[in-house]
């Protein structure tokens, strides 16, 4: 099982952290959000 709920706030600062705010942070902010979660994933499946 996955965590998603700070998926959102993780996803903001890292969009802040590249440079992206406001109305193209808004846009991007979902995507980034599920890869995210996505990657959270991926590191915790045994290999």
Known sequence: MVDERLS?????????????SGFAQKAMLDQVAAQT??????????A
Do not use: C, N, W
């Open 8 to 20: 959102s706030v993780e996803a903001s600062q890292q969009l802040k952290a590249a440079g992206i």
């Open 37 to 46: 979660i996505l990657q959270s994933y991926f590191d915790h499946i045994p």
